[in-house]
């Protein structure tokens, strides 16, 4: 993780960005296998849950000065899926 933050980042926007840091590990294999369930952090996680984490990691870390450019290549390439699970884009 990037030691630099910008200063409108609260504690909280932090310490959700960690959390879901786990959370993206614990559930990648979702992004190979979209049928499967994981159960993690008290939740059985779905695909579409995975979309809506990544979204959100996304954002966050984008707050932190992180590149999200990966993510924002993966996201313009398969722009229906995400559509299909209702999650929308929410970075510059």
């Not at 159960?39 to 954002?59: F, P, Q, S």
């Amino acid at each position: 993780m990037s030691k630099h933050t910008t200063p409108n980042v609260t504690e909280q926007q932090t310490n959700e960005l960690r959390y879901l840091h786990k959370v993206m590990q614990a559930i990648q294999i979702l992004g190979e296998q979209p049928s499967l369930c994981v159960v993690a952090y008290g939740k059985i996680w779905r695909y579409g849950d995975l979309l809506k984490t990544a979204v959100r990691y996304a954002e966050l870390a984008e707050l932190h000065g992180y590149d999200t450019s990966a993510f924002k290549h993966w996201f313009q390439k398969d722009m229906a899926v995400f559509a299909q699970y209702g999650v929308a884009l929410r970075v510059s």
